[in-house]
Nanobody, 123 residues
Framework: VQLVESGGGLVQSGGSLRLSCVAS????????MGWFRQAPGKDREFVAT????????YTGSSGEGRFIISRDNAKNTVYLQMNRLKPEDTAVYSC?????????????????WGQGTQVTVSS
């Protein structure tokens, strides 16, 4: 499975972005999906995860109340809607796929990873 993210860019504090993750080479509904981010000099951080058919979602504390994960299996695409962005949200955002949904903030167990898209939030 290949994953390609898009939608990143430069946005002012308080603004919004919607990231997309398109999958190819497999059936998206076979996988639970997650979004992660990594800022310079920091470890990779869990953002949110969604079950194979979107009926279960878990959002980490960094995005709770601001970030919304969703998916459209017919389009082989997972989304991350990010609202009320802050400068500390600046990072490379990546999506990843795993065999089964786990409703917890972990970076472990994801088999396929995208290259990431840069999000920069200016103050």
């Amino acid at each position: 499975v290949q994953l390609v993210e898009s939608g990143g860019g430069l946005v002012q504090s308080g603004g919004s972005l919607r990231l997309s993750c398109v999958a190819s080479g497999g059936t998206l509904s076979d996988y639970a999906m997650g979004w992660f981010r990594q800022a310079p000099g920091k470890d990779r951080e869990f953002v949110a995860t969604i079950s194979e058919y979107g009926d279960r979602i878990y959002t980490g504390s960094s995005g709770e109340g601001r970030f919304i994960i969703s998916r459209d299996n017919a389009k082989n695409t997972v989304y991350l809607q990010m609202n009320r962005l802050k400068p500390e949200d600046t990072a490379v955002y990546s999506c990843a796929a795993r065999a089964a949904f786990v409703g917890m903030p972990t970076t472990i167990g994801y088999r396929y990873w995208g290259q990431g898209t840069q999000v920069t939030v200016s103050s």
